[in-house]
């Protein structure tokens, strides 16, 4: 007989599933923390097998100014290093730029503006155009000479002839030199005084103003870098890597310069860039000191490479666009007024096809190669304007010295 069937066994409780939620967070973490982990390890491996220079801001180096916007302040004594390598920054009382032994005076005294390029914070002050006309005139003159180095990072000819007008009167000079960069020179107004403010822009994070990629670059994406190229040598070295994808995305400081595009030809920003020289050139002579421009070329002129990449990354119809346009017509506009003006383009040129090299990997500017390029390229223009100046006293005894 078969008994009825007893109660059926209870089945184990099955295990409560995690939730979702907790499942994604968890992994996210994890996720997280690996990539920390990886980023790490590779800022270790850059930092000992390929150390990049970090960037340094530092704005105890200028001061707001009223007229000229700012200048660098007296009696600096520091380092920096913008991305190339760590140099040396002396300032005398009056804020001009000094080498290491401090401020130089002789007989004949050389008044130097113009912008980052002429600051060159680069490189030590003894391998910068301004140490090298010291250095290079000296011999060609047969007595000291000390270069009063006045250029600042961002002036343009407006800053230049408002600072003359300061400079001018305070010593006698003997001779002025004022370097324009073509990359950024050209001006399309005449300004009479900028106010004062802060030379060393910082970014800082904030919520995007619009919902613009333009915004999201200037309140996240800038001070994000800001914050990275200081202290991070695997993001610098990224940087060098992805220049062209950086340009194309809006993520460079590198733009167009101005007067490239043939439709600029026929802008007034060239007249207004020479009237503006001519005011300054004018000004000097008011005292009886020659001026010589010098005009250097942006690094696209002077390596096809840098050209290509600037094309693509900006995607540049090669018909619109002309690099050495202000090369033809700056210089024609300036010597139609009577100025003397050198182009640096071909002496620079030359020595980059020799295989020399003229600007920074991180850094655009001239590397000390390329100062001694560009002094090279100008030292006879400026000997033969010293020759031609007239008698002054202060600088008299250097009227007449040897011709070489």
Known sequence: MTGAPGPAAAEPAAAPRPRRGRVILFNLVLLSFSLLLGLGAAEVAVRIAAPQQLIE???????????????????????????????????????????????????????????????ALQVEYEQSLAGRIEERLAARVGGAVAVRQAG???????????????????????????????????????????PPREAAERHVFGIPSALRWSAV?????????????????????????????????????????????????????????????????????????????????APQLVDSGVLGEYVRAFRLDTLDVDFEQPHRLLPAALRSRGLTVVDALPALRRAAAAGTPLYGRVDDHLTPEGHAVLEAAIEDTLVAALRRRPARSATAAYRRFPTR
């Open 57 to 119: 801001f530092r704005p105890d180096i200028w001061r707001p100014a009223d007229t000229v916007g700012y200048l660098r302040n007296g009696n600096v004594r520091t380092r920096i290093n913008t991305g190339e390598r760590t140099v040396s920054v002396f300032t005398d009382a009056e804020g001009f730029r000094v080498g290491a032994a401090g401020r130089r005076d002789a007989p004949l005294t050389v008044l130097l503006l113009g912008d980052s390029f002429m600051e």
């Open 152 to 194: 600042v990072a961002g002036w343009d000819p407006n800053h230049y002839l408002l600072r003359a007008r300061q400079l001018l009167p305070r010593e006698p000079y003997g001779l002025l030199v004022v370097a324009l960069y073509a990359g950024n020179d050209l001006i399309r107004q005449r300004i009479e005084r900028f």
């Open 217 to 297: 670059v200037e309140s996240v994406l800038y001070p994000l870098n800001d914050a990275l190229e200081t202290r991070s040598h695997l993001f610098v070295l990224l940087k060098k890597r992805l220049r062209a994808v950086r340009m194309r995305m809006g993520l460079s400081p590198a733009y167009v310069p101005p007067g490239v595009r043939r439709a600029e030809a026929a802008e007034p920003l060239w007249d207004i860039t020479a009237e503006a020289c001519r005011d300054l050139a004018a000004l000097a002579a008011t005292r009886g000191v020659p001026a010589v421009f010098a005009l250097i070329p």
